[in-house]
């Protein structure tokens, strides 16, 4: 089996499961037909934005919640998506940057959206910053990693304390003799900070290499990355951070290692995988080039085992650990696969309330999610050329913004109006209010849809301005748009 780096795709999908189309059910009454893609495939409502193209299978029940993705449209840039089961977007931001790692987190007590987002470097990793959407999406925080360092699209995870985890990687000398490079040589070192997001205070800053050894590393050297001037060597590749009480969890890619480091210290107090395991690692347990080590609540540590070397290796798996850390014993508890799909690079697993696992494939542009026991519950593919992670969560968004509304004649008696509103969630059903005026604007409705989509059209009765009114499953107003003339 022979594949390019981007060429990743799953090896279809199983039978005898639902589609889950792009559209959901017309609307009675008022026409409703979906609404047709603008010129160049885009929405009306949003010129120049195209319609991701997400396919969905549902197998099962899945957990409660969204599905917050961030697709890359090329090398250098990718969409921030909240889509729902169907593939459906609930909210898109366009960025001509990267962005990553979107998710719902809390911050001082509340339910916010964070992301990073910057620019890509060659070498697999970037330098940006951490942003804090409350859920008006209006920009709580920007949050900078300190001490002359940029912070990379790794990880951006925010504590309980008011805080937030980050990782560097900023370019050191290195003696890089013990691996075959030159002795002044260019190396990646991985630098994890502790940033208070308030004040910009960096409370944490940890090198790996004052506490790591150069030939942990499983990378070998290349051409383009061979240590020498412009060619940096990344031997760790800190890809996760976890608060874990009095330690941090990390996980590093190119050492194909988990480490505990004692937070007030800096040391390592155990190193799980690689070559200086303090755990034997056979079978089933063992691992190669993961991310997203998170420890659970029941003490069990999950992970992303992408296992793969070369393309076509694999398949990689969500997996499961028991670490028995007094007794030095690891057991392999559950592993999420389809026994078919890999990601080369990138990827996560998240458990989700009532026992599901939500995995996303990292560079293979998929994202399952899988029953309790192993089976596929949701499967969606096309997420663009691969999203670093993928999540579910409840997310109430309520934009500070009103919906978007084009409206056009269609005849001489009748209009096409095409409303959304972006990252609005619980929308059911649209209203329309018209008039010849914005002060005679009827209350009596013109016409009314049921939202089939990210957008929704509607034909009704011709007026020179229009309202759209966004309602609730119980017919409630969520909220409505200002006049706009037709």
């Keep these: 089996m022979s594949l390019t780096r981007r060429g990743f795709l799953v090896a279809g999908l199983a039978g005898g499961a ?31 934005v195209t319609p991701p193209q997400l396919k969905a299978r549902r197998h099962g029940r899945t957990a409660d919640g969204l599905l917050f993705i961030a697709p890359f449209r090329g090398r250098d840039d990718a969409d921030a998506l909240i889509v729902d089961d169907r593939g459906e977007p609930v909210w898109i931001h366009r960025s001509d940057q990267l ?44 949050v ?42 260019r190396v990646l070192d991985n630098r994890v900070q502790e940033i208070d997001v308030r004040t910009s205070e960096v409370l944490l800053d940890w090198s790996a290499l004052d506490n790591l050894d150069l030939t942990e590393t499983l990378t070998p050297l290349a051409e383009n990355a061979d240590g020498t001037p412009g060619k940096p060597f990344d031997p760790i590749h800190v890809n996760s951070i976890q608060d874990d009480g009095d330690t941090l969890l990390l996980s590093a890619r190119n050492s194909c290692a988990l480490y505990s480091l004692d937070r007030r210290t800096g040391a390592v107090r155990w190193r799980l995988g690689g070559r200086r395991s303090d755990f034997p690692l056979d079978g089933k347990a063992k691992f190669a080039w993961q991310h997203d080590a998170r420890r659970q609540p029941d003490g069990t540590i999950s992970l992303f085992d992408n296992q793969i070397t070369n393309p076509g290796d694999g398949p990689s798996r969500g997996m499961i650990l028991d670490v028995d850390e007094e007794a030095r014993e690891v057991r392999l508890v559950q592993e999420f696969t389809d026994g078919r799909t890999f990601g080369q690079y990138m990827g996560n697993m998240q458990l989700l309330p009532g026992g599901n696992a939500l995995v996303g494939w990292g560079s293979t542009g998929a994202v399952t999610e899988f029953t309790g026991d192993g089976r596929p519950a949701l499967e969606m593919t096309g997420v663009g050329d691969g999203s670093y992670r993928a999540y579910r969560a ?58 089939t989509g990210f957008e929704t059209a509607a034909t009704v009765p011709r007026a020179r301005y229009v309202v759209a009114e966004a309602v609730a499953v119980d017919g409630s107003s969520l909220g409505r748009s200002t006049p706009r003339t037709v």
């Excluded at 990880?155 to 002044?184: H, K, Q, S």
């Excluded at 004649?409 to 018209?434: C, E, I, K, L, Q």
């Design 394 to 451: 409840p997310w109430n968004g309520r934009p500070a913004t009103g919906p978007a509304v084009v409206a056009a004649p269609v005849g001489d008696d009748r209009m096409r109006v095409h409303v959304s509103w972006n990252g609005a969630t619980g929308v059911a059903a649209w209203r329309f209010h018209t008039g010849s005026a914005p002060s005679s604007l009827s209350l009596a409705m013109a016409g009314s849809a049921r939202r």
């Design 18 to 48: 639902t589609l889950l189309s792009a559209v959901g059910p017309r609307g009675s009454g008022t026409d409703s037909r979906p609404a047709p893609a603008a010129g160049g495939g885009g929405y009306v409502t949003m010129p120049g």
């Design 144 to 185: 900078r990693t300190g001490n002359g360092v940029q912070g990379d699209f790794h990880e951006f995870v925010l504590t309980d304390r008011g805080t937030a985890l980050f990782i560097a990687y900023p370019e050191v000398a290195a003696d890089m003799r013990p691996i075959g490079g030159p002795r002044d040589g």
């Design 99 to 142: 962005v990553t790692d979107v998710r719902v987190q809390t911050y001082e007590g509340e339910p916010v959206l964070t992301y990073w987002v910057g620019e890509r470097r060659e070498g697999g990793y970037g330098y940006g910053v951490g942003v804090v959407l409350g859920q008006d999406y209006r920009r709580v925080a920007e």
